[in-house]
């Protein structure tokens, strides 16, 4: 047997330079050279073996080429396929071209069979590889194809093997080779064919189908050459080439990079595959019998031409049975896998059902949560400001609003600690359930703050409630074996217009403001003059601020005034604010603003300084010491002590020279543990000369027992008592009044009477023995300047 496989176009890097475009341009002029070549061998066999050995050379560059820029040279399938293109090279060139056609040796043409059988085998093994399905598939492919191959050789055993068997042909070695190499086309037809199945319409699979068809068509003309004793006919030669040149172009096509993963098999037929397995199993078979019985003469008959139909035939009918059995295993096999995926999946929807179970209850917990107070159980803030949006949906229905503080609950959680304090929270909660009615919305605000929300409800029933509030909370609580009592403050809003739950709460937390203000265990209703008033404090608030900055604040002084000579000892520094382009705000107004600010600190620390440098002159030239009003947030700072000491140093003032007057009403607002550190900070500043006054003695409840603990120097009496001194009934305010300055006298403290306004009261006050007195009989508060003019007089003398 002879047979070439020459190429198309010359193996150059330029020639597929680009990878779109380079193997059309391969397909076009290698078509023109496949059909031109074998003519060209028939006219001029030296130029025109020549030029089928170079396309061959090209058609084995093609495939290197293709393969490698598809990134498939390191598949075995490829390199096996490679190996045959290669060998065929060798074998039509070397062997049948050079050995057998030019130098006539038969030994090359024994070698040219074997190249042919080693170069098919090559090709069958690599088509094997790259069409093998993995696991179960894999015998499914070896059936598929070998139906197919099975369905084709009865039609080529019918019409051409046996044809040429009944008509004698001589069986050389070349037609005995040449039938070898049939039945191992039809094995691969049969391989391709299951591919062409599987793998659908890829450009580089419909290339390879074709190229290996058209081998089958050329080695099919060469036996009907061998038979007829002519040398290879165009159709062969030209069916040959055409397998080099498309092998070359499925090697080249693009689509062959995503080739990779060898092509699988289904068990399943689809429903093209079934209708080619029925025409191979019904249609083939009835041809090859009926078509020979119709057209055959007596001279062509022999008793043994239908053995290998029939062995074939069942062949066929073997491997069907075989592909039902495994497609039956495989079905069985699914069925099982489905029925334990179908168990795993009931157990997987047991799962998810408890899953789904314990998220709903942890959503319905963390839903309770989000909502209520983790201590109490009551409603929260958000639920609070929903209630209040749905009841100000609703504008017919009116709106109540309860919003109550526990009054001296920090004392309670300084003292016994906080899980006593938590306790109580529970009790108070447990408290305002019982007294909310259906509809009402109970939360707490947190702290020791709560609210309630009354759908409906008028300022009376709102106030009604309020009151019942008001003595339930009043009832004594034991708490980790105690007995405490509580007292609350409550802001009622009812029968005002509201636009919003924000303004609503900012509203009745003026009223619990006015509440508070009022002293506490009280009610206050709310009223829209409350909150002009703090919409004044906010104005007034913020003007305080920069005050300093733009020297709105002025100190004025009084003197204190000796009795027994009339002469000024001392004088009290107080602060005045007048705001810019305004009237002056009485200290009364603004001093508590101060406080509850925190501005007192700053303004403290000014009016410290403004003293201390008006007083170095006074001190200097006459003696006189200077007061000056602290207070409690002064005195709780930790730097208060080195401010006061840093002052005097700067006005070179004498510490004796210098007065810190503090209220007994400052100490009664404090604990016990700030009280102790304000008597520390008192102490550490008398150990350096300064001294230290208790204003307002006499109108607290413990003024004794501070007198014991507190450094104190002077004892200022309120006014109350001067007043009283003068009235019809005064004997009792004259034994107290005179008790108190002899019990300071006794405890080495100097005594000022304040609010002295007339000559009367200033006689009884010398007659007790009282040293100092202070008020508008000597002198009311006058600046800096008019102190140096009063420093040279007696006022006392002068106003008798």
């Given at each position: 047997m002879s047979q070439t496989f020459p190429g198309a176009v010359r193996a150059t890097g330029s020639s597929f330079a680009d990878k779109s475009r380079g193997w059309l341009a391969y397909l076009l002029i290698g078509g023109v050279l496949t059909v031109v070549a074998p003519l060209?061998?028939?006219?001029?066999?030296?130029?025109?073996?020549?030029?089928?050995?170079?396309?061959?050379?090209?058609?084995?560059?093609?495939?290197?080429?293709?393969?490698?820029?598809?990134?498939?040279?390191?598949?075995?399938?490829?390199?096996?396929?490679?190996?045959?293109a290669a060998v065929s090279f060798v074998e039509g060139t070397l062997f049948q071209g050079i050995g057998w056609y030019w130098l006539q040796t038969p030994a090359f043409n024994l070698l040219s069979h074997l190249g042919t059988l080693v170069s098919y085998g090559l090709a069958l093994a690599g088509l094997a590889l790259l069409g093998l399905g993995s696991g179960g598939s894999r015998w499914i492919s070896l059936i598929d194809g070998a139906i197919f191959s099975v369905g084709v050789s009865m039609p080529f055993w019918t019409f051409l093997v046996d044809p040429l068997i009944d008509r004698g042909a001589t069986l050389n070695v070349d037609i005995v080779m040449a039938m070898t190499i049939l039945a191992v086309d039809l094995i691969v037809f049969g391989m391709v064919a299951r591919m062409l199945f599987d793998g659908?319409?890829?450009?580089?699979?419909?290339?390879?189908?074709?190229?290996?068809?058209?081998?089958?068509?050329?080695?099919?003309?060469?036996?009907?050459?061998?038979?007829?004793?002519?040398?290879?006919?165009?159709?062969?030669?030209?069916?040959?080439?055409?397998?080099?040149?498309?092998?070359?172009t499925a090697a080249l096509h693009p689509s062959l990079a995503g080739a990779r993963q060898r092509l699988t098999s289904s068990a399943f037929s689809g429903r093209a595959r079934v209708t080619v397995f029925f025409a191979m199993a019904l249609l083939s078979p009835l041809a090859c019998t009926l078509?020979?019985?119709?057209?055959?003469?007596?001279?062509?008959?022999?008793?043994?031409?239908?053995?290998?139909?029939?062995?074939?035939?069942?062949?066929?009918?073997?491997?069907?049975?075989?592909?039902?059995?495994?497609?039956?295993?495989?079905?069985?096999?699914?069925?099982?896998?489905?029925?334990?995926?179908?168990?795993?999946?009931?157990?997987?929807?047991?799962?998810?059902?408890?899953?789904?179970?314990?998220?709903?209850?942890?959503?319905?917990?963390?839903?309770?949560?989000?909502?209520r107070d983790p201590l109490t159980g009551l409603a929260n803030r958000t639920v609070l400001n929903e209630a209040l949006q749905e009841s100000l949906a609703d504008a017919e229905t009116p709106l109540a609003l309860l919003l109550l503080d526990l009054d001296g609950f920090k004392d309670v959680n300084d003292t016994f600690g906080h899980p006593v304090g938590d306790e109580l929270l529970s009790q108070v909660g447990r408290r305002l359930r019982g007294i909310a009615s259906p509809g009402h919305t109970l939360a707490r605000l947190g702290g020791d703050e709560f609210a309630m929300v009354?759908?409906?409800?008028?300022?009376?029933?709102?106030?009604?409630?309020?009151?019942?509030?008001?003595?339930?909370?009043?009832?004594?609580?034991?708490?980790?074996?105690?007995?405490?009592?509580?007292?609350?403050?409550?802001?009622?809003?009812?029968?005002?217009p509201i636009a919003s739950s924000s303004e609503a709460l900012r509203d009745v937390d003026m009223a619990l403001y006015a509440a508070k203000s009022a002293g506490k265990n009280q009610i206050a209703t709310f009223d829209p003059a409350l909150r002009e008033a703090r919409m004044e404090?906010?104005?007034?608030?913020?003007?305080?601020?920069?005050?300093?900055?733009?020297?709105?604040?002025?100190?004025?002084?009084?003197?204190?005034?000796?009795?027994?000579?009339?002469?000024?000892?001392?004088?009290?520094?107080?602060?005045?604010?007048?705001?810019?382009?305004?009237?002056?705000?009485?200290?009364?107004?603004?001093?508590?603003?101060?406080?509850?600010?925190?501005?007192?600190v700053p303004i403290g620390l000014w009016v410290l300084e403004q003293a201390c440098a008006d007083a170095r002159r006074w001190h200097e030239e006459y003696g006189i010491s200077v007061t000056v009003n602290v207070s409690g947030r002064q005195l709780r700072d930790e730097s208060f002590s080195d401010a006061v000491l840093g002052v005097l140093e700067r006005h070179r003032l004498p510490e004796q020279a210098l007065v810190l007057e503090i209220t007994e009403s400052m100490l009664l607002a404090t604990t016990p543990a700030e009280t102790q550190r304000i008597i520390s900070v008192l102490a550490l500043l008398r150990e350096h000369g300064v001294r230290i006054a208790l204003d307002d003695f006499g109108t607290g409840y413990s003024s004794l027992a501070y007198l014991r603990t507190l450094p104190v120097d002077v004892l200022k009496i309120d006014r109350s008592f001067t007043t009283a001194l003068t009235e019809a009934d005064h004997h009792q305010t004259h034994a107290f009044t005179k008790a108190i300055v002899e019990l300071a006298g006794s405890l080495n403290l100097r005594t000022v009477v304040e609010g002295v306004e007339s000559g009367e009261q200033a006689g009884i006050l010398q007659r007790m023995g009282c040293p100092l007195a202070q008020g508008y009989l000597f002198s009311p508060p006058v600046p800096a300047h008019r102190i140096?003019?009063?420093?040279?007089?007696?006022?006392w003398q002068d106003a008798a």
């Open positions: 060209l061998t028939a006219v001029l066999p030296g130029p025109g073996l020549m030029a089928l050995g170079l396309l061959q050379a090209a058609s084995v560059a093609a495939v290197v080429i293709g393969v490698r820029r598809n990134g498939l040279a390191d598949q075995w399938s490829w390199r096996l396929i490679t190996a045959a659908g319409r890829l450009p580089w699979l419909i290339f390879l189908a074709a190229s290996f068809a058209l081998l089958l068509v050329g080695d099919t003309a060469h036996i009907l050459d061998l038979a007829g004793g002519q040398p290879n006919s165009p159709l062969a030669i030209t069916a040959w080439l055409g397998w080099a040149l498309l092998i070359g078509i020979p019985l119709i057209f055959k003469t007596d001279e062509f008959v022999n008793p043994y031409d239908d053995v290998a139909l029939i062995l074939l035939t069942v062949e066929m009918a073997v491997l069907f049975v075989v592909r039902l059995n495994i497609i039956a295993g495989v079905a069985e096999s699914r069925a099982v896998a489905l029925d334990e995926q179908a168990e795993q999946l009931i157990a997987q929807t047991a799962k998810l059902t408890v899953a789904l179970h314990k998220q709903e209850s942890l959503q319905r917990r963390l839903s309770h949560r989000a909502s009354l759908p409906g409800a008028d300022l009376a029933t709102a106030t009604a409630v309020a009151q019942q509030i008001l003595h339930a909370l009043q009832a004594p609580y034991r708490c980790a074996g105690r007995e405490l009592h509580l007292t609350t403050s409550i802001g009622v809003l009812a029968g005002i404090h906010a104005r007034l608030t913020t003007g305080l601020r920069q005050a300093i900055a733009q020297n709105e604040l002025t100190l004025n002084y009084q003197p204190v005034v000796s009795l027994g000579n009339g002469e000024i000892t001392a004088v009290e520094a107080l602060l005045r604010w007048t705001p810019e382009g305004g009237k002056p705000v009485r200290p009364d107004v603004f001093i508590p603003i101060a406080e509850e600010t925190g501005l007192i140096d003019d009063l420093l040279h007089l007696t006022p």
